[in-house]
């Protein structure tokens, strides 16, 4: 088979890989390969962002800038790309980047590990937002550091880092010139019995999908990661399906937002959170800015994880997904998707192509609750996705959704049917509780015990109702770290 040779851009010129092997991570590439020492292994899952690189690519006439885990990513994944290390970030004349300069200033590294990460989500955030003539808040400081673990300073100094970035001016990227490099190295074609395949259109991933049943599917690999990493797994094939254009966009029209089975997290969740703005927390709970950056929407539903946060929520806002392949485009209720512990109704020659999402309705309530240890990058014990419509005091449309509580991302029917009709009071919410207790029977394992999953089940349809009447101030979600004096 044949092993496509990898290009790039590193520091203005093009970087030409050849042999590298389908399943080869970007950081064993930027480590073993190019001597980029300075991008650091920690966790190897994604979770600590200590490896944290940015790439950058085109976006109609500007450059789109990413912060991703150089750890669970291929490293075939960047071609055609631009690419940053921390090595290539100080200006031309040796003096440092504003993100390096804001690190020093602020006493933001102790031990040192995980600045080149930190300083890296730092370097995506002023591209992103100063150098467009932005500006960096606490709170858009917090969601771009989000993926970022410190063990040293207590997060205050870093984020003061991000704030004071402004006072120090960097040699600019010349984004003409980079769109012109990068239509240089963009990729012609894919080989049919290549090892690496990354189709541009759906038409030409289906053939592949067709021809190479047996190739592993990848997106953002935010996942399958894990599987090179921490199982050790090997793929002798890769299918990649963040190129082809089809699946990437995003249509917002009429009645419903139609997001792209390839289409980064952090895209997708903008496009549902302009329509519902309270499910903006949840977005950015759903993983740090790295793993949004990377994962796809498509990805994570296709996974089929009973921990898989998107499913809960978009069960609970009747999402449908549409598959293509075989015969032609099949589209079905997303909870009628899954058959079993990450089985799917998915066919060989199949791939998620679409999910469909119905626009809110007038009148309607939401909340997306997400239960984990840690409030940031972390993985659910339960998440539950409730929208609720209330006319004249009574329930006249629900639909809830769960995670973690099933071997499914699941649909609470039984609580729907109880609650459909009934007069919305405390009672009524104390009795739904009751049914989604009743309705599931979870498991317990290192993230919860089954008693006390089914005990946040109904505690927060409590919450819920205690929100719907107007509570605040009684979740984290509320807090807000203030700079310091």
């Not at 200033?105 to 989500?121: I, L, R």
Request: proline share 5%; with cysteine.
């Amino acid at each position: 088979m044949e092993t496509r040779t990898i290009r790039f851009i590193r520091r203005g010129v093009v970087v030409a890989l050849p042999n590298v092997p389908p399943d080869r991570t970007l950081l064993e590439v930027l480590r073993e390969d190019l001597a980029c020492t300075g991008t650091k292994e920690g966790c190897g899952e994604g979770d600590c962002g200590a490896c944290t690189v940015v790439t950058g690519e085109a976006q109609g006439n500007r450059i789109s800038y990413r912060a991703i885990n150089a750890c669970i990513r291929l490293a075939h994944s960047v071609d055609g790309l631009a690419l940053w290390t921390v090595e290539d970030i100080a200006n031309t004349d040796g003096t440092l980047h504003p993100a390096q300069e804001a690190m020093v200033a602020c006493h933001g590294s102790q031990c040192g590990f995980c600045t080149p990460g930190f300083v890296m989500s730092l370097f995506g955030m002023y591209n992103n937002h100063l150098a467009r003539g932005g500006a960096i808040t606490r709170e858009l400081a917090q969601e771009g550091l989000s993926g970022n673990l410190c063990r040293c300073t207590g997060y205050r100094p870093i984020l003061d880092a991000a704030q004071t970035m402004k006072h120090w001016r960097a040699d600019g990227i010349d984004e003409q010139q980079l769109l012109a490099q990068l239509q240089l190295v963009r990729p012609q074609g894919v080989a049919h019995d290549a090892t690496y395949m990354a189709p541009r259109s759906l038409a030409e991933l289906l053939r592949l999908r067709s021809a190479h049943p047996r190739a592993q599917l990848v997106a953002g690999c935010t996942d399958v990661g894990l599987w090179v990493t921490k199982m050790h797994m090997r793929f002798a094939q890769v299918l990649d399906v963040t190129r082809v254009e089809e699946l990437r966009r995003i249509d917002v029209s009429g009645d419903e937002v139609v997001i792209g089975a390839a289409a980064p997290l952090e895209d997708a969740y903008a496009a549902l959170a302009a329509d519902r703005p309270q499910l903006k927390v949840f977005a950015s709970r759903f993983a740090g800015l790295p793993i949004r950056s990377s994962g796809t929407m498509g990805g994570n539903v296709a996974n089929g994880s009973p921990i898989g946060d998107s499913m809960p929520l978009l069960i609970a806002l009747a999402a449908r997904v549409v598959l293509a392949g075989g015969p032609g485009d099949r589209e079905m209720p997303l909870e009628d998707f899954y058959t079993g512990y990450r089985k799917t109704v998915l066919a060989p020659d199949e791939v998620v192509a679409h999910i469909r999402v119905p626009k809110a309705a007038a009148g309607e309530f939401m909340r997306v609750y997400k239960i984990s240890k840690r409030f940031d990058d972390d993985i659910s014990a339960v998440c539950l996705a409730v929208r609720l419509l209330v006319k004249d005091d009574k329930v006249a449309a629900v639909s809830i959704g769960a995670g973690g509580v099933a071997a499914t991302p699941v649909r609470a029917k039984q609580a729907e049917r109880l609650l459909a009709g009934k007069q919305w009071s405390q009672a009524t919410a104390l009795e739904a509780g009751k049914a989604l207790q009743a309705e599931f029977q979870p498991i317990s394992d290192m993230r919860a015990s089954a008693a006390y999953r089914s005990a946040v089940l109904g505690n927060l349809m409590q919450r819920f109702w205690l929100e719907s009447q107007g509570a605040s101030r009684i979740n984290l979600e509320s807090f807000v770290l203030e700079p310091a004096p």
